[in-house]
């Protein structure tokens, strides 16, 4: 029986094979699953996204993870999203060992902010004028953190709203933030806990409080 190290060491010549044939505008990246919080063990053709090597788990892959999305199937594909201006077409693969347990992921993330803009083009000069001028529908944004305290910040400017204060919170919504922040698969990266008590500026026994009324 393979190792799990094994074989995720065949998937990294994988993921460099898959990003010498498809061009500069797709990111592929390797996930290893034993750290969460640095699971980007390999990144080729980063630019696209603007991670780096050791970047921790987007909050979509937290989410596959939490949901067990990758049950019963061996990859998503063709979801949308939005970072750093680019319009982006995401792929997972699920990386299983002999026993069916998940331990990596190999994202394929293909920059086609040039080829929207081409059709919008064409369909412009095409457009009849029924429909001209009408916004094009918006996408979910997807962010690429490259540490766990930047997508930590981030999770909490979505979910505080502008609210800076931890203090000025009642204390219902203080139970949401953290619900949220759970959900969102933020305490189950490493030190996860940690950072939110530092990004709030309150003890960690206090976010475990928390955690424990939810």
Avoid at 48 to 56: H, L, M, N, Q, Y
Avoid at 132 to 159: C, Q, R, T, W, Y
């Amino acid at each position: 029986m393979k190792e799990d190290l094994e074989i995720l060491d065949e998937y990294k010549k994988i993921a460099k094979f898959m990003s010498c044939c498809y061009g500069e505008n797709v990111e592929v990246i390797l996930h290893d699953l034993r750290d969460i919080s640095s699971s980007g063990v390999e990144i080729f053709n980063a630019h696209v996204s603007g991670r780096e090597k050791g970047a921790p788990m987007s909050e979509f892959g937290l989410k596959i993870l939490k949901e067990k999305l990758y049950k019963n199937r061996d990859f998503i594909t063709n979801s949308k999203g939005i970072t750093g201006g680019k319009i982006l077409r995401s792929s997972t693969f699920f990386i299983k060992n002999e026993v069916e347990n998940i331990i990596g992921m190999i994202c394929v993330n293909v920059d086609v902010s040039r080829y929207l803009n081409i059709a919008c083009q064409m369909e412009a000069m095409a457009n009849f004028g029924l429909n001209f001028g009408e916004e094009p529908p918006k996408v979910a944004e997807v962010d690429f953190p490259n540490s766990v305290k930047e997508m930590i910040n981030k999770a909490l400017i979505d979910i505080l709203k502008g609210k800076i204060y931890w203090k000025e919170i009642e204390m219902e919504e203080k139970l949401n933030v953290i619900k949220e922040l759970h959900q969102k698969g933020i305490f189950d990266l490493r030190g996860g806990v940690l950072e939110v008590s530092e990004a709030l500026k309150v003890s960690e026994s206090t976010i475990y409080r928390y955690l424990s009324k939810i």
